[in-house]
């Protein structure tokens, strides 16, 4: 046990950190590996790889994503925010740079290959320091009315979603969108403009739908199950229908054998059928445990930036979930989102890691007079 009165920095963290959060989400890390070895082998024997390939380089992910986690949630408010504009920068550099560079797949450029390193999916890093950008923009916004943060706040959505809209990424452009309304709703802005955007939303969906072909043929498909092919999410709800409440067993499914993407987009599916519907439900509420508990701390948060970036990032972690399972249980049309710490993904895995690194910094006690100034005071 470390004391209170520990002077070291480490000390002052164990004191200072939110440990319901903190040991929440490393439950979360350590199922996503046990889960994996469900959904991670049949995937890999169909692909000629060795039958764990993709359950050790999640091992390997993960040890450098708590490395990330930890590391970032040793940050001050103020180290947070110059992170997050270092990490904007060079992401959205790099997802303009996909659009010419990068390596398509299933149509679009998501992917950059950076030689001994693989390939990276900059949009995962993009989307928590774009959070903690509009934070800090609209917190500025309230707090000095003199400043443009509002019209910053503004101005970040549609110079981040330009580049995945283009790509195009029409998941990550969503989810990017809904938490920028979130943080909007949170700052206090009038009831008017939270009417105009979700119009505008709306707008630019029915837009998608008329001339994204993709898009279109995604949002039939779920509306009308024969208008296409619907192999995967018929399997996933397969996946749910036998293994009942309790599973089938460790090891023992079946259906993860011919689920395209078992490992990645619908490890969910692949839990229900093995360890059962008991299980899941308890996925499901250890995403709501993060995400209420951030809530809860943001809300007696006396900085707007605090109250406004911890806010962001929960939102931001939640819907992603959100989003995955519902496209499992065939709720909302395919998005292509990986279910945090859960799913298969490199890019995903420290991108997460450094958000929730984030949520961890901006949720430390601390005392009173610490985090609040201007960016980069």
């Not at 029409?170 to 105009?196: D, K, Y």
Request: aromatic share 12%; charged share 15%; net charge positive.
């Amino acid at each position: 046990m470390v004391s209170r009165a520990e002077p070291s920095l480490s000390g002052r963290w164990w004191w200072s950190i939110d440990r319901i959060i903190l040991s929440t989400l490393v439950t979360l890390m350590v199922s996503g590996v046990v889960l994996l070895m469900a959904g991670g082998p049949p995937v890999a024997e169909r692909l000629g790889l060795s039958t764990f390939h993709f359950v050790n380089r999640q091992a390997f992910y993960l040890l450098v994503a708590f490395a990330i986690f930890l590391a970032t949630s040793f940050m001050t408010p103020r180290q947070v925010r110059r992170a997050a504009l270092l990490i904007y920068v060079v992401a959205l550099a790099m997802v303009v740079a996909t659009l010419y560079f990068g390596v398509e797949v299933k149509g679009a450029r998501r992917w950059l290959t950076l030689g001994p390193l693989g390939s990276v999916q900059p949009s995962e890093f993009l989307k928590p320091a774009f959070v903690v950008l509009a934070a800090w923009a609209f917190s500025e916004g309230m707090r000095r009315p003199d400043l443009p943060g509002t019209l910053m706040a503004f101005a970040l959505l549609p110079l981040t979603i330009t580049p995945l809209v283009l790509q195009p990424d029409f998941g990550q452009t969503v989810l990017v969108s809904l938490v920028w309304g979130g943080l909007f709703f949170v700052a206090g802005l009038h009831w008017f403009w939270v009417a105009g955007l979700g119009g505008a939303g709306m707008f630019g969906l029915l837009i998608a739908y008329q001339l994204v072909p993709h898009v279109r043929a995604r949002i039939e498909r779920f509306m009308d199950k024969g208008s296409g092919d619907t192999f995967q999410i018929d399997t996933a709800l397969e996946s749910f229908a036998q293994g009942g409440w309790l599973g089938k067993g460790p090891g023992e499914g079946t259906v993860k054998r011919i689920l395209p993407d078992a490992h990645t987009d619908f490890i969910f599916a692949v839990t229900a059928e093995e360890f059962g519907i008991v299980v899941c439900i308890l996925l499901v509420a250890l995403f709501a445990l993060i995400v209420l508990r951030a809530l809860f701390v943001a809300q007696k948060a006396e900085d707007p930036f605090i109250r406004l970036a911890v806010t962001g990032l929960a939102l931001l972690f939640g819907i992603q979930a959100a989003i995955n399972m519902m496209v499992n249980l065939h709720m909302m049309p395919a998005k292509g989102m990986t279910l945090p710490f859960i799913s298969y993904g490199g890019s995903s895995l420290l991108s997460l890691a450094l958000g929730t690194g984030f949520l961890l910094a901006l949720t430390r006690k601390r005392p009173r007079a610490e985090g609040f100034g201007e960016f980069g005071r």
